[in-house]
């Protein structure tokens, strides 16, 4: 079956993904900052974003198991025809790399704390404690762990400028609908 544009679903779970990753890969980013401040309310600040940074992390692995599965039920709409054989390929390898970051991003970042000796609890919002992965307390284990949640945070950016950048092209210079497909808000250019 083609499908002509994406479902609500689809849309919805992508925008909600997206505003986590990139709220989680700010908040990531910004926590030596607050975390090695002086100032004890700067570090208690430190200690509610990684709090919240795991929360939402954890939520990603749900959303995008859902979305996948989703996904592979609803087939995406075709591409434009426009496209060459090398931007259906670059697309195509984009969005598998964001499927595969989706689940290995948090999964890294859960795997890191799992492994650490500080047996700081996984709080989910404060609701219950999120059990840690039954990997053992191995400093090995983690320091590779922690080195794959940082490269692959770094490769998220990477793929977030190009698949925005793509996005962009689309919609100002191949004047397709390929952006309001998946952002109903804007209109297909004319
Ligand atoms: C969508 C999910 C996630 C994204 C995009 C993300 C992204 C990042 C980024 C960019 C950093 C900074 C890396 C650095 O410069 O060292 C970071 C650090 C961190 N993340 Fe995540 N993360 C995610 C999920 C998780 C999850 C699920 C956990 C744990 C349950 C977690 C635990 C941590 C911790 C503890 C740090 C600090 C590491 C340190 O000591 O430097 N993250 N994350
Ligand atoms: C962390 C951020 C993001 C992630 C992980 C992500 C991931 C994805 C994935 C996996 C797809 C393919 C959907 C499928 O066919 O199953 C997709 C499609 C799309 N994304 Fe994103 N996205 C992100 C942010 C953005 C942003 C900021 C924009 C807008 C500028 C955007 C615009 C689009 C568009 C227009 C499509 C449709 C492409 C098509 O129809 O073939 N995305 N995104």
Redesign the pocket.
Known sequence: MNHSR?SSV?ITL?WL??LI??GNIIGGLALDTFLDSADPAMKMTGFKIIQLHKAFGLTVIGLSVLRLLW?LANP??A?PAHMTPLEVLL?KAT?LG??A??LLLPLSGWAMVSTSAKRFPISYFGLFDVPYLPLGQSKALGGLMHESHELLGYG?IV??AL??AA??K?HYFDRDD??A???PLVRKRG
Do not use: G, T
């Open positions: 994406y689809a992508h993904i997206a990753i990139i996904r995406a709409p591409l697309a969005h964001f499927y970051l989706m998220a793929l977030i698949h925005v996005a962009l689309h390929v952006l497909r998946m952002l």
